[in-house]
């Protein structure tokens, strides 16, 4: 790919279940912040990828401690 924008898919740029695991994992290290794999394959948009983690990140500094999770049903039930 010559160039990858906000509205590419993961998958569609070579993604699949262990680069998705990997990306949860590196997430994990590089913020604190549990995404899980499932979350990954439903927000298959880098853009909506991006979303997901900007919103965890938002819970775990609005108060959270320790480690922040937020799933996908919480993103679509407008929890955050």
């Not at 990306?23 to 549990?34: C, Y």
């Not at 991006?50 to 819970?59: S, T, V, Y």
């Amino acid at each position: 790919v010559e160039r990858v924008g906000r509205e590419d898919g993961f998958f569609e740029l070579g993604g699949n279940s262990l680069r998705a695991t990997q990306l949860s994992v590196r997430i994990g290290e590089l913020w604190q912040l549990r995404i899980g794999v499932r979350d990954l394959f439903l927000h298959t948009q880098l853009s909506a990828q991006a979303e997901l983690i900007d919103g965890i990140r938002w819970l775990a500094q609005a108060g959270s401690q320790g480690v922040a999770h937020a799933d996908a049903d919480e993103m679509e039930m407008g929890v955050l």
